[in-house]
T-cell receptor, first 115, second 113 residues
Framework: AQSVTQPDIHITVSEGASLELRCNYS??????LFWYVQSPGQGLQLLLK??????LVQGIKGFEAEFKRSQSSFNLRKPSVHWSDAAEYFC?????????????FGTGTRLQVFP | EAQVTQNPRYLITVTGKKLTVTCSQN?????MSWYRQDPGLGLRQIYY???????DKGDVPEGYKVSRKEKRNFPLILESPSPNQTSLYFC????????????FGPGTRLTVT
């Protein structure tokens, strides 16, 4: 079965510092990979996605993620964090699971940004 | 504006009182889904629908019902809510099931006392 692990429950960074949020997945074939962001009191917004091709994908708000098949990882990065990036971030993997198309979410990483 | 809407956004109810949370999308998406979000558990799928009149159980369907009579609407029904259904609920839609690139509604916070 598919699964997604986000090992960091909570991360704190200073404004202007770089950021990397970790995501590891378990899936037999090449998965569809997503990062979503949830600001307080809001729904989930798609940051970026990987379906195939270039393993470094660019998203909105200056985020990027790199698909590494050998490590089963899809880590999210941003070179310089802004205070408005404080939110919860979810990694998700999509594809066939027992012949059903579904999206499996990680448990999320809460990002806190200090001025 | 392309969007997924949910109503109500907040709801406090009592055990056993039937309720419906509506979900509507204006993107002509075929695939729609309901999730619940609980602390430490992430998002878990309740039900999904591949198209009109086609629905199927997700990972946590117990205590919920859905219907898909029209393409744009996908209501979530709690026939007899219980306190363990207190949660944050999200509706989502996707143009197709592969890939499952979903767009989410703003969420409905439900409290069952």
């Amino acid at each position: 079965a598919q699964s997604v692990t986000q090992p960091d429950i909570h991360i704190t960074v200073s404004e202007g510092a770089s950021l990397e949020l970790r995501c590891n997945y378990s899936y037999g074939a090449t998965p569809y990979l997503f990062w979503y962001v949830q600001s307080p009191g809001q729904g989930l917004q798609l940051l970026l996605k990987y379906f195939s091709g270039d393993t470094l994908v660019q998203g909105i708000k200056g985020f990027e993620a790199e698909f590494k098949r050998s490590q089963s990882s899809f880590n999210l990065r941003k070179p310089s964090v802004h205070w408005s990036d404080a939110a919860e971030y979810f990694c998700a993997v999509g594809g066939k699971d027992y012949n059903t198309d579904k999206l499996i979410f990680g448990t999320g990483t809460r990002l806190q940004v200090f001025p | 504006e392309a969007q997924v809407t949910q109503n109500p956004r907040y709801l406090i109810t009592v055990t056993g009182k039937k309720l419906t949370v509506t979900c509507s999308q204006n993107m002509n998406h075929e695939y729609m889904s309901w999730y619940r979000q609980d602390p430490g558990l992430g998002l878990r799928q309740i039900y999904y629908s591949m198209n009109v009149e086609v629905t199927d159980k997700g990972d946590v369907p117990e205590g919920y019902k859905v219907s898909r009579k029209e393409k744009r609407n996908f209501p979530l029904i709690l026939e007899s809510p219980s306190p363990n259904q207190t949660s944050l609920y999200f509706c989502a839609s996707s143009l197709s099931s592969v890939p499952l690139e979903q767009y989410f509604g703003p969420g409905t916070r439900l409290t069952v006392t």
